[in-house]
Nanobody
Framework: QVQLVESGGGLVQPGGSLRLSCAAS????????MGWYRQAPGKQRELVAT???????NYADSVKGRFTISRDNAKTTVYLQMNSLKFEDTAVYYC???????????WGQGTQVTVSS
């Protein structure tokens, strides 16, 4: 089993910054993908950014150049640095871990990010 604990959400003004954290514990596996997804009211959950255990990253076009995903040295915590936040970034942000060998997906509980003036 895998547990994901998220933190770092909150209220921020447009143009501001926030840093989200997601700490994973349990049977993580050395081969995995950790990422952030978000869901705004009335919309489907969408990918924000992912980071593989091999070091590659991927971003949604809407956040490229503004958000940065990274991991700690142990590769059990993933961060999402969000800069130049916009109103449309408002959503519940979810951490996801995909473990391979065998494959299984885990989700965090979600953390609210609100961009408002």
């Amino acid at each position: 089993q895998v547990q994901l604990v998220e933190s770092g959400g909150g209220l921020v003004q447009p143009g501001g910054s926030l840093r989200l954290s997601c700490a994973a514990s349990g049977s993580i596996s050395s081969i995995n993908v950790m990422g952030w997804y978000r869901q705004a009211p009335g919309k489907q959950r969408e990918l924000v950014a992912t980071s593989t255990s091999y070091g590659s990253t991927n971003y949604a076009d809407s956040v490229k150049g503004r958000f940065t995903i990274s991991r700690d040295n142990a590769k059990t915590t993933v961060y999402l640095q969000m800069n130049s936040l916009k109103f449309e970034d408002t959503a519940v942000y979810y951490c996801k871990l995909t473990r391979y060998g065998p494959m299984k997906e885990y989700w965090g509980q979600g953390t609210q990010v609100t961009v408002s003036s």
